[in-house]
């Protein structure tokens, strides 16, 4: 058990859906990243949070919006989904640079 | 901006032998992180050994050491004494030490597939 706690594990819906894919990272972790890893893509970063605010924004799409609640847990919210946002979702928290700990992922299939 | 590069998309070792696996990257920061990240076929994301760029040292953890190479961009992983459990995807991983700027995403290879043969 990494600490990270990503839920549910697999998820399978119609594409024009919206789904919530929930995170809570490691105890005293402040800081929350969410990462898609798809086939063809690889491992592309989303966004990140830090105590409750958000921090960076990578590849994520205007259907996609994030937030983190004030006991640091995360959502990442999927909506209008289509064919191609299958792929695995992970959560990610970290500790100064210490490299990031990676819960065990949503496997998100639309169908 | 960081990139990093895998280039090798696949390899093969005997069990009980050595490979080393490639990575290069290119960054304009002088204090930085590196990682090895293994994700078997369970596609848990672990974390298998880090860098700090300004120590010299190469990193080591038991049957996995680095050959982090500065100057050339370079950060290899080379796994001795493979074992059947190592089969699985790595990926490289670069961080800037600023983690708590607007660039502190950890930033990965394409991955490799390594497959251990019995």
């Known amino acids: 058990d990494s600490g990270v706690t990503q839920t549910p594990k697999h998820l399978i819906t119609a594409t024009g859906q919206r789904v919530t894919l929930r995170c809570s990272p490691r105890?005293?972790?402040?800081?929350v990243y969410w990462y898609q890893q798809s086939l063809d893509q690889g491992l592309q970063f989303l966004i990140q949070y830090y105590n409750g605010e958000e921090r960076a924004k990578g590849n994520i799409l205007e259907r996609f919006s994030a937030q983190q609640f004030p006991d640091l847990h995360s959502e990442l919210n999927l909506s209008s989904l289509e064919l191609g946002d299958s792929a695995l979702y992970f959560c990610?928290?970290?500790?100064?640079?210490?490299?990031?700990?990676f819960g065990s992922g949503t496997r998100l299939t639309v169908v | 901006a960081q990139t990093v590069t895998q280039s090798q998309p696949e390899m093969s070792v005997q069990e009980a032998e050595t490979v080393t696996l490639s990575c290069t990257y290119d960054t304009s920061e002088n204090n930085y992180y590196l990682f090895w990240y293994k994700q078997p076929p369970s596609r848990q994301m672990i974390l298998v050994i880090r860098?700090?760029?300004?120590?010299?040292q190469n990193a080591t953890e038991n049957r996995f050491s680095v050959n982090f190479q500065k100057a050339a961009k370079s950060f290899s992983l080379k796994i001795s004494d493979s074992q059947l459990g190592d089969t699985a995807m790595y990926f490289c991983a670069f961080l800037p030490r600023d983690y708590t700027g607007a660039n502190s995403k950890l930033t990965f290879g394409k991955g490799i597939t390594l497959s251990v043969r019995p």
């Open positions: 105890s005293g972790d402040l800081s």
């Open positions: 990610a928290s970290s500790v100064q640079g210490y490299g990031y700990t």
């Open positions: 860098q700090e760029a300004y120590k010299q």
